[in-house]
């Protein structure tokens, strides 16, 4: 187990050296120059290390501001929280996550070669998630051992092919092309911030074509703008939080400086992530040729949400604070349905709510984002207050999975192991 183990929790559960192998045998397979391979390799798992070093920026700006809003207004209650969640499952679940993780990815590439849905699921830290989300339903179902393993890995390796496919309609009109899919479980509000903004959008009023007076056109710089933005939220809620709950996060700073500097913060780490989204692409896409000549002929790789973030940076800003928006509307609706309370998370906002976003705006323009972002956070905020039940004693704890596709598929698999039990 002790070799096992290495494999699927030191290695394969690490997204940057998942792409760079998949980088490199679709390399191999095309026959490149060692150079060429070398360069490859390391340039996608440069590019996936970029990317998570942006993210870690983002969401340490954006834990500071939840924080701050937690403190500030007494709320109590439940906050998604993948890793969170995922952390306390391993305690119990561990050896399970890791094989359902590693025969699920195997799974996956069986499914891309003898189906029709041509799609290799390359977002290593959510195949994680999603293992050990089954890992618990399954458990808490009454399967153990080798059934448990075996249907999991099935279940796994399925919505790793599924969930691409269902949002690559959309996924051609957010980039223009058919060369990449998503691979993130935050599908299903993909899709239905999709089906939202093209019903009450117009497709011809991008958020990225927005009249900026001539005076103003520095706004038309994606990273000032989203600056602003950032800094202007930031400001108002520490000055409605006031210096004394402020200072338990800036510390010696003031107060005033810590939510402008957090603002800023935010965008840079916004700027780190379009920098390594623009390394990835540029080595993955000519790599997976090799691998859908030779092994999955037609393969698209799903990669992670940031991916499309370069397509439709304003919609992105306007994704995230309608679906914040939505997810704090959702939490008063919670309670009157006798609900757990969901608190919004920043951090799941963000990368779904700009998600949703962009593919609202692919297909609605500027009010499909915000209309699309708004449908996100409320589904983000409903379905992991329905997910509870079904995760057995994990259900107890002050947190759980927050993408939307998580609760759709645990709460699924929940109804049917009680309908077979």
């Given at each position: 187990?002790?070799?096992?183990?290495?494999?699927?929790?030191?290695?394969?559960?690490?997204?940057?050296?998942?792409?760079?192998?998949?980088?490199?045998?679709?390399?191999?397979?095309?026959?490149?120059?060692?150079?060429?391979?070398?360069?490859?390799?390391?340039?996608?798992?440069?590019?996936?290390?970029?990317?998570?070093?942006?993210?870690?920026?983002?969401?340490?700006?954006?834990?500071?501001?939840?924080?701050?809003?937690?403190?500030?207004?007494?709320?109590?209650?439940?906050?998604?929280?993948?890793?969170?969640?995922?952390?306390?499952?391993?305690?119990?679940?561990?050896?399970?996550?890791?094989?359902?993780?590693?025969?699920?990815f195997?799974?996956?590439?069986?499914?891309?070669?003898?189906?029709?849905?041509?799609?290799?699921?390359?977002?290593?830290?959510?195949?994680?998630?999603?293992?050990?989300?089954?890992?618990?339903?399954?458990?808490?179902?009454g399967?153990?051992?080798?059934?448990?393993?075996?249907?999991?890995?099935?279940?796994?390796?399925?919505?790793?092919?599924?969930?691409?496919?269902?949002?690559?309609?959309?996924?051609?009109?957010?980039?223009?092309?058919?060369?990449?899919?998503?691979?993130?479980?935050?599908?299903v509000?993909?899709?239905?911030?999709?089906?939202?903004?093209?019903?009450?959008?117009?497709?011809n009023?991008?958020?990225?074509?927005?009249?900026?007076?001539?005076?103003?056109?520095?706004?038309?710089?994606?990273?000032?703008?989203?600056?602003?933005?950032?800094?202007?939220?930031?400001?108002?809620l520490?000055?409605?939080?006031?210096?004394?709950?402020?200072s338990?996060?800036?510390?010696?700073?003031?107060?005033?400086?810590?939510?402008?500097?957090?603002?800023?913060?935010?965008?840079?780490?916004?700027s780190?992530?379009?920098?390594?989204?623009?390394?990835?692409?540029?080595?993955?896409?000519?790599?997976?040729?090799?691998?859908?000549?030779?092994?999955?002929?037609?393969?698209k790789?799903?990669?992670?949400?940031?991916?499309?973030?370069?397509?439709?940076?304003?919609?992105?800003?306007?994704?995230?604070?309608?679906?914040?928006?939505?997810?704090?509307?959702?939490?008063?609706?919670?309670?009157?349905f006798?609900?757990?309370?969901?608190?919004?998370?920043?951090?799941?906002?963000?990368?779904?709510?700009?998600?949703a976003?962009?593919?609202?705006?692919?297909?609605?323009?500027?009010?499909?984002?915000?209309?699309?972002?708004?449908?996100?956070?409320?589904?983000?905020?409903?379905?992991?207050?329905?997910?509870?039940?079904?995760?057995?004693?994990?259900?107890?704890?002050?947190?759980?999975?927050?993408?939307?596709?998580?609760?759709?598929?645990?709460?699924?698999?929940?109804?049917?192991?009680?309908?077979?039990?």
């Amino acid at each position: 187990m002790g070799f096992l183990d290495f494999l699927m929790n030191d290695i394969l559960s690490l997204p940057e050296v998942l792409v760079g192998l998949i980088v490199m045998t679709g390399l191999i397979l095309q026959r490149a120059k060692f150079e060429k391979i070398f360069s490859g390799t390391a340039k996608s798992i440069i590019g996936f290390v970029i990317l998570g070093a942006g993210a870690g920026v983002v969401i340490g700006s954006l834990d500071s501001l939840g924080g701050i809003i937690q403190d500030r207004f007494q709320i109590q209650g439940v906050i998604p929280n993948n890793e969170a969640i995922v952390a306390l499952a391993q305690q119990t679940l561990g050896t399970e996550t890791a094989l359902i993780m590693g025969f699920g990815f195997i799974a996956n590439i069986l499914f891309a070669r003898f189906t029709p849905l041509k799609y290799i699921f390359l977002t290593g830290h959510h195949t994680f998630f999603m293992a050990a989300l089954l890992s618990a339903v399954l458990g808490t179902s009454g399967m153990t051992g080798v059934p448990l393993i075996v249907t999991g890995s099935v279940i796994l390796g399925a919505v790793m092919v599924i969930m691409p496919a269902l949002a690559q309609p959309f996924m051609r009109q957010v980039t223009g092309g058919d060369d990449i899919a998503i691979g993130h479980f935050g599908t299903v509000g993909y899709i239905s911030a999709g089906l939202v903004g093209k019903a009450v959008g117009d497709v011809n009023k991008s958020s990225e074509d927005i009249k900026i007076p001539e005076r103003l056109s520095f706004l038309r710089d994606s990273l000032i703008s989203t600056a602003l933005t950032m800094v202007v939220m930031f400001l108002f809620l520490v000055l409605v939080a006031g210096p004394e709950i402020v200072s338990q996060y800036a510390g010696d700073q003031n107060y005033i400086m810590f939510g402008i500097m957090q603002g800023v913060t935010f965008a840079a780490g916004f700027s780190i992530i379009m920098a390594g989204v623009r390394m990835i692409l540029t080595e993955i896409v000519p790599a997976f040729k090799g691998i859908a000549e030779k092994m999955v002929p037609g393969a698209k790789p799903a990669l992670d949400v940031p991916i499309i973030f370069n397509y439709a940076p304003t919609a992105v800003i306007i994704g995230f604070l309608s679906s914040f928006i939505g997810g704090v509307i959702s939490m008063f609706f919670l309670g009157i349905f006798s609900l757990a309370l969901i608190i919004p998370g920043l951090v799941p906002h963000f990368f779904t709510g700009a998600g949703a976003g962009v593919f609202g705006n692919a297909v609605g323009g500027r009010r499909g984002a915000a209309v699309g972002g708004f449908t996100n956070g409320v589904l983000i905020s409903f379905i992991p207050a329905l997910l509870l039940p079904v995760l057995g004693n994990l259900g107890f704890e002050n947190t759980t999975f927050g993408d939307s596709d998580f609760g759709v598929i645990g709460i699924l698999i929940g109804l049917l192991a009680d309908l077979f039990s």
